[in-house]
């Protein structure tokens, strides 16, 4: 077998595996939300201490969910060998829920959950494969229904020097009001960025 042949069927390979674990992710994530779902439903008519463990739980679960979204995110750059920001073909959407008093009101066609909505069914769509599951509205959002938010800067990377900025991945919190002190973010590992900044500076 001709080497270039055997690097071409180890990179089919891989890729097959990359996508295998997109896929169980998807599947994980779509578990959650309707468990999420499930249980919103029942915190309205518990008493103040148990209101206060599941708001608790709730903390985690974004974060859980915020973790899972970034290697989603990461695994596109990868299989894409691209930065994240040219794949959507924007900067972020943090821009659009940014001064709004509560994003946990905003209904599915807002500038805030449309943005964020548009960008994710497209590096979704290239981490899971074709064929693959569909982004479930429901991920796109926190445990108190507000929009995440992206925050895709590893594009700034080697524009000024050395410094190179991470995409991430936030959410706004209990409160529902961006850059408050509950807000939580959780970034996306950096793929070309790095080099990028390297070559900058030589």
């Known amino acids: ?15 097959r595996g990359v996508r295998l674990y997109a896929l169980c992710l998807c599947g994980a994530l ?11 439903t ?25 973790k899972q979204l970034s290697l989603a995110l990461y695994l596109t750059k990868v299989t894409q060998n691209a930065l ?8 972020g959407t943090e821009d659009k829920c940014l001064g709004l008093e509560d994003l946990r009101s905003l209904p599915a066609d807002s500038p805030c959950a449309a943005t964020l909505r548009s960008a994710m069914e497209r590096v979704w769509t290239l981490s899971s494969g074709e064929g693959g599951s569909k982004l479930d509205e429901a991920n796109l959002r ?11 800067s590893e594009q700034s990377c080697g524009k000024y020097g050395s410094w190179c900025p991470e995409d991430t991945i936030g959410s706004a919190g ?11 973010r959780e970034t996306v590992l950096p793929h070309l960025g790095p080099a990028i ?6």
């Open 1 to 15: 077998m001709e080497l270039s042949a055997w690097i071409s069927g180890r990179e089919r390979a891989a890729l």
């Open 30 to 40: 779509l578990v959650a939300a309707g468990w999420l779902g499930w249980r919103e």
């Open 42 to 66: 029942r915190l309205a008519g518990l008493p103040a201490a148990t209101r206060a463990e599941a708001n608790a739980d709730a903390v985690m679960d974004a974060r859980l969910r915020l």
């Open 84 to 91: 994240l920001a040219d794949i959507p073909g924007i900067t």
């Open 142 to 152: 926190d445990p108190w229904n507000s929009p995440l938010m992206l925050n895709l």
């Open 174 to 184: 209990p409160d529902g009001k961006p850059n408050t002190p509950d807000d939580m």
């Open 197 to 202: 900044a390297a070559k900058a500076v030589q």
